[in-house]
């Protein structure tokens, strides 16, 4: 069993950038494929950003060039740079992990809030 727990979220300006942490405890040695998630209300959740275990990372091209995920195995944390903010990126946001054996496992969420 692997939890993830996100965290960073708030209200931001455009324009402006957060940083969302994602802490997996459990089995993490168990652990492949990170992302992070997100879903506006009304619509279906969108793949934003996975990254590897040994860190390549894939964007989506909403937020390719603007938004950077990076891992941090030793502490077991999943990362999301979220730079140059624009009111189309207000979603709740999710970690997912992927295990080795195809398991999937999703966080609580995290609400970012972009204002105009």
């Known amino acids: 069993q692997v939890q993830l727990v996100e965290s960073g979220g708030g209200l931001v300006q455009a324009g402006g950038s957060l940083r969302l942490s994602c802490a997996a405890s459990?089995?993490?040695?168990?652990?492949?494929?990170m992302g992070w998630y997100r879903q506006a209300p009304g619509k279906q959740r969108e793949l934003v950003a996975t990254i590897s275990s040994g860190g390549n990372t894939n964007y989506a091209d909403s937020v390719k060039g603007r938004f950077t995920a990076s891992r941090d195995n030793a502490k077991n944390t999943l990362y999301l740079q979220m730079n140059s903010l624009k009111p189309e990126d207000t979603a709740v946001y999710y970690c997912?992990?992927?295990?080795?054996?195809?398991?999937?496992?999703w966080g609580q969420g995290t609400q970012v809030t972009v204002s105009s």
């Open positions: 459990g089995r993490t040695f168990s652990i492949n494929t």
């Open positions: 997912r992990a992927d295990s080795i054996l195809a398991r999937v496992y």
